[in-house]
């Protein structure tokens, strides 16, 4: 029985979505339980659903899953970019997607969700809509990379959290052209061929970070970035400018909390469901799968 896939007279098939945000990192998330798509077709939604105005808008579409039969997990999930573009791992997503998959039944207050970068074990606090995620082990941090953008010279550090990351450390969050800067650090040839986000970094004291973000895929600054505070954490900490207990404060204005125990690395937050909504698959020149 469908409980998300609706065909009325009134404009074709509707499909129900629903809509969060993690600290203002936002997404569109689908139950493919139901709609099967094949994750060949699935970027081409991410588009479209993520597109502002002619869409819903967001920074990424997520689908739930089942668990393919992993017993290491619960659900499994697909996550994209607006862009269209795949990601391995979206830390602010898994902290949003954890909660919706407890809301629907999906999961337990504690349960594991499969991603492309491996196994993320989550916890939902609903009566505080937070909701906290084990990241993947961080690997090949690289501290102190000298960069030259057009003749000017950059002291930049690099980890991947689930995803990449570059973190430059400034003097002032607020004074950083991020239209400007955010792309040239992108697609620095140091990085390539998939680029990084970029996170712009001010040390406020030994427990506190304040972030802002250009995140790969939406190609722009996002409100905030979860596995890109991890990053900024995990380096600042390396530098010894900040302890294991980090609050980082993140364009949105929200606290994401970072905690490092060891090789843990953990990841917590606001996860909203802000609304549901059906999506007029017409409008959006997107059509059922028609896999049986
Ligand atoms: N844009 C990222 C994925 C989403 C990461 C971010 N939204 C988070 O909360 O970790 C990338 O393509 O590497």
Same mark, same amino acid.
């Given at each position: 029985?469908?409980?998300?896939?609706?065909?009325?007279?009134?404009?074709?098939?509707?499909?129900?979505?629903?809509?969060? +945000?993690?600290?203002g990192?936002?997404?569109?998330?689908? &139950?493919?339980?139901?709609?099967?798509?094949?994750?060949?077709?699935?970027?081409?939604?991410?588009?479209?659903?993520?597109?502002?105005?002619?869409?819903?808008?967001a920074d990424?579409?997520?689908?739930?899953?089942?668990?393919? &039969?992993?017993?290491?997990?619960?659900?499994?999930?697909?996550?994209?970019?607006?862009?269209?573009?795949?990601?391995? =791992?979206?830390g602010?997503?898994?902290?949003?997607?954890?909660?919706?998959?407890?809301?629907?039944?999906?999961?337990?207050?504690?349960?594991?969700?499969?991603?492309? !970068?491996?196994?993320?074990?989550?916890?939902?606090?609903?009566? +505080?809509?937070?909701?906290? %995620?084990q990241? @993947?082990?961080?690997?090949?941090?690289?501290?102190?990379?000298?960069?030259?953008?057009?003749? +000017?010279?950059?002291?930049?550090?690099?980890?991947?959290?689930? %995803?990449?990351?570059?973190?430059?450390?400034?003097?002032?969050? +607020?004074?950083?052209?991020?239209?400007?800067?955010?792309?040239?650090?992108?697609?620095?040839?140091?990085? !390539?061929?998939?680029?990084?986000?970029?996170?712009?970094?001010?040390?406020?004291?030994?427990?506190?970070?304040?972030?802002?973000?250009?995140?790969?895929? #939406?190609?722009?600054?996002?409100?905030a970035?979860?596995?890109?505070?991890?990053?900024?954490?995990?380096?600042?900490?390396?530098? !010894?400018? @900040?302890?294991?207990? %980090?609050?980082?404060? @993140?364009s949105?204005q929200?606290?994401?909390?970072?905690?490092?125990?060891? &090789?843990?690395?953990?990841?917590?937050?606001?996860? =909203?469901?802000?609304? #549901?909504a059906n999506?007029?698959?017409?409008?959006?020149?997107?059509?059922?799968?028609?896999?049986p």
């Amino acid at each position: 029985m469908n409980q998300h896939i609706f065909t009325s007279d009134l404009f074709g098939p509707w499909v129900q979505c629903f809509k969060m +945000q993690g600290s203002g990192n936002d997404f569109v998330l689908l &139950d493919n339980r139901e709609l099967r798509l094949a994750p060949s077709e699935m970027a081409g939604w991410a588009r479209a659903v993520c597109r502002k105005a002619f869409g819903m808008g967001a920074d990424g579409l997520i689908f739930l899953d089942k668990s393919h &039969d992993r017993a290491d997990v619960d659900y499994f999930w697909h996550f994209f970019n607006a862009d269209g573009s795949r990601a391995e =791992m979206c830390g602010n997503g898994s902290r949003c997607a954890a909660r919706l998959a407890f809301e629907l039944g999906l999961a337990g207050k504690e349960h594991a969700l499969g991603t492309d !970068a491996g196994p993320i074990k989550a916890e939902v606090f609903p009566e +505080q809509d937070l909701a906290k %995620v084990q990241l @993947t082990p961080a690997r090949d941090l690289q501290l102190n990379i000298a960069l030259t953008l057009e003749e +000017q010279a950059f002291n930049v550090h690099f980890v991947n959290t689930g %995803v990449p990351h570059l973190v430059v450390f400034v003097p002032d969050v +607020q004074s950083v052209n991020i239209p400007e800067l955010g792309p040239r650090f992108r697609y620095h040839p140091r990085f !390539a061929p998939g680029g990084a986000n970029v996170n712009f970094v001010q040390i406020v004291d030994s427990g506190n970070l304040l972030l802002r973000t250009y995140e790969r895929g #939406v190609e722009g600054e996002t409100f905030a970035c979860g596995t890109g505070a991890a990053a900024s954490a995990l380096i600042s900490h390396a530098l !010894a400018h @900040t302890g294991v207990h %980090v609050q980082v404060k @993140t364009s949105g204005q929200d606290l994401l909390g970072i905690t490092i125990d060891n &090789d843990s690395l953990f990841l917590t937050g606001k996860a =909203m469901l802000v609304f #549901v909504a059906n999506l007029n698959l017409r409008a959006l020149g997107l059509v059922l799968p028609t896999q049986p």
